[in-house]
């Protein structure tokens, strides 16, 4: 078998095996797969039904644009569907007064055809209808080019068009789908676990340098980055659910809304953590130049020595812990002993900041590098108090 048929045999089973997996966890219970199908399957029955309503009611040459509008307004929430159907509404409402202005003064010409699009294109940059400006032109030239801009047939378009909007918007109204919040809980809780992990890596990145051994491996930039983008996703997928919650008729009102702040707060909290990280991983894997004969070392050209290094390392493992507990999305389930363990994370903190005043650094350029990370730290364990207390609020 040549590489391309191997490429595309490949291709089509990590398809199938994406399919299959999302089939499986539609039928297995609620969640996003579940709204996906389901999402089709209201696609599917509002087309049918806004093409066999269209198609008694209104002439022929007007019935395609009533399950195009049914499809359109299907969006993923209740919420989405209705903004992008008064959008389209808007659109569709303004080209058919443009091609009906033209159609009735100047007739049907092709420099009026060229007049009209360019005006509707203008129409469409102004910032009115967001995605749905497109569709200025597009209806301008259906009203125009196909109708003349004749009233008889704009009022069948607009008809037609209304027929779809209703179609989409009752069969999502019919099965409008719940909000999640248990995914966002799920995804975020992977995300706070991913930041833990990182912690205690960078905590043995600095016992690996105590003991004196290469801490240049690890490519920190990278899993920094890597824990910024699944940060991203988790915001968008979440920021998705928090729209599916406005003007959902299934709504949980206050258990929703809170457990998503809840879930917000915690993702912003990891994003600043990997900022500080990636600064504490730097300092921590900084290896000096060796300067030339004739010159001197730099003072910031200084590494991290190895006696401060593992006592920092203990208090990156107590700053871990600290993280650990407080299980944000749900909130912490033993708030004392989450306190505790930030209080003594914090007296760690103190003990280290002493010992590192009190044993004056050697080399000149060590006194910048110890407050950087020591900076940073202080500021990933301010980052947890403030959210716990966050959460504790919304909780209560």
């Given at each position: 078998?040549?590489?391309?048929k191997?490429?595309?045999?490949?291709?089509?089973r990590r398809?199938?095996?994406?399919?299959?997996?999302?089939?499986?966890?539609?039928?297995?219970g609620?969640?996003?797969?579940?709204?996906?199908?389901?999402?089709l399957?209201?696609?599917?029955?509002?087309?049918?039904?806004?093409?066999?309503?269209?198609?008694?009611?209104?002439?022929?040459?007007?019935?395609?644009?009533a399950?195009f509008?049914?499809?359109?307004?299907?969006?993923?929430?209740?919420y989405?569907?209705l903004?992008?159907?008064?959008?389209?509404?808007g659109?569709?409402?303004i080209?058919?007064?443009?091609?009906?202005?033209?159609g009735?003064?100047?007739?049907?010409?092709?420099?009026t055809?060229?007049?009209?699009v360019f005006?509707?294109?203008?129409?469409?940059?102004?910032?009115?209808?967001?995605?749905?400006?497109?569709?200025?032109?597009?209806v301008?030239?259906?009203?125009?080019?196909?109708g003349?801009?004749?009233?008889?047939?704009?009022?069948?378009?607009?008809?037609?068009?209304a027929?779809?909007?209703?179609?989409?918007?009752?069969?999502?109204?019919?099965?409008a789908?719940s909000?999640?919040?248990?995914?966002?809980?799920?995804r975020?809780?992977?995300?706070?676990?991913?930041?833990?992990?990182?912690?205690?890596?960078?905590?043995?990145?600095?016992?690996r340098?105590?003991?004196g051994?290469?801490?240049?491996?690890?490519?920190w930039?990278r899993?920094?980055?890597?824990?910024?983008?699944?940060a991203?996703?988790?915001?968008?997928?979440?920021?998705?659910?928090?729209?599916?919650?406005?003007?959902?008729?299934?709504?949980p009102?206050?258990?929703?809304?809170?457990s998503l702040?809840?879930?917000?707060e915690?993702?912003?909290?990891?994003?600043r953590?990997?900022?500080?990280?990636?600064?504490?991983?730097?300092a921590?894997?900084y290896?000096?130049?060796?300067?030339?004969?004739?010159?001197?070392?730099r003072?910031?050209?200084?590494?991290?020595s190895?006696?401060?290094?593992a006592?920092?390392?203990?208090l990156?493992?107590?700053?871990?812990e600290?993280?650990e507990?407080?299980?944000p999305?749900?909130?912490?389930?033993?708030p004392?002993?989450?306190?505790?363990?930030v209080?003594?994370?914090?007296?760690?903190?103190e003990?280290?900041?002493?010992?590192?005043?009190?044993?004056?650094?050697?080399?000149?350029?060590?006194?910048p590098?110890?407050?950087?990370?020591?900076?940073?730290?202080?500021?990933?364990?301010?980052?947890?108090?403030?959210t716990?207390?966050?959460?504790?609020?919304?909780?209560?």
């Amino acid at each position: 078998m040549s590489e391309s048929k191997t490429r595309a045999v490949d291709w089509c089973r990590r398809r199938w095996h994406t399919t299959r997996t999302s089939l499986e966890d539609a039928v297995r219970g609620p969640g996003e797969a579940r709204d996906g199908v389901l999402l089709l399957v209201k696609g599917a029955a509002a087309a049918t039904v806004a093409w066999c309503l269209s198609s008694r009611l209104l002439p022929t040459n007007v019935t395609a644009f009533a399950p195009f509008t049914a499809l359109l307004a299907l969006q993923a929430t209740v919420y989405r569907s209705l903004w992008d159907s008064a959008q389209y509404l808007g659109a569709m409402a303004i080209g058919t007064a443009v091609a009906a202005g033209f159609g009735s003064t100047v007739g049907v010409h092709a420099w009026t055809l060229c007049v009209l699009v360019f005006v509707a294109l203008a129409v469409a940059r102004l910032p009115l209808l967001g995605g749905q400006s497109v569709q200025v032109p597009v209806v301008a030239l259906f009203a125009f080019a196909g109708g003349g801009g004749r009233v008889d047939y704009i009022g069948p378009l607009v008809a037609s068009a209304a027929i779809g909007v209703c179609c989409g918007l009752a069969a999502h109204f019919a099965f409008a789908p719940s909000p999640h919040t248990a995914t966002a809980r799920r995804r975020v809780e992977e995300l706070t676990a991913r930041a833990q992990a990182l912690l205690r890596d960078l905590a043995r990145t600095a016992e690996r340098k105590t003991a004196g051994e290469d801490v240049g491996e690890e490519d920190w930039p990278r899993r920094c980055e890597e824990l910024a983008a699944q940060a991203a996703d988790a915001r968008s997928l979440l920021e998705r659910e928090q729209e599916n919650t406005r003007l959902n008729p299934r709504r949980p009102w206050n258990s929703a809304q809170a457990s998503l702040q809840r879930c917000h707060e915690t993702i912003g909290m990891i994003e600043r953590i990997g900022t500080h990280v990636r600064s504490i991983a730097r300092a921590l894997t900084y290896e000096p130049r060796t300067p030339e004969p004739s010159g001197s070392r730099r003072s910031f050209e200084a590494s991290v020595s190895a006696d401060f290094a593992a006592s920092y390392a203990e208090l990156l493992h107590a700053t871990a812990e600290g993280l650990e507990h407080l299980a944000p999305p749900q909130g912490p389930n033993d708030p004392d002993r989450l306190r505790r363990r930030v209080e003594a994370a914090e007296r760690r903190y103190e003990e280290v900041v002493a010992t590192t005043r009190s044993d004056r650094p050697e080399q000149e350029g060590e006194w910048p590098v110890h407050g950087t990370v020591l900076v940073e730290a202080a500021r990933i364990l301010e980052e947890i108090r403030h959210t716990s207390d966050l959460v504790a609020d919304t909780r209560g």
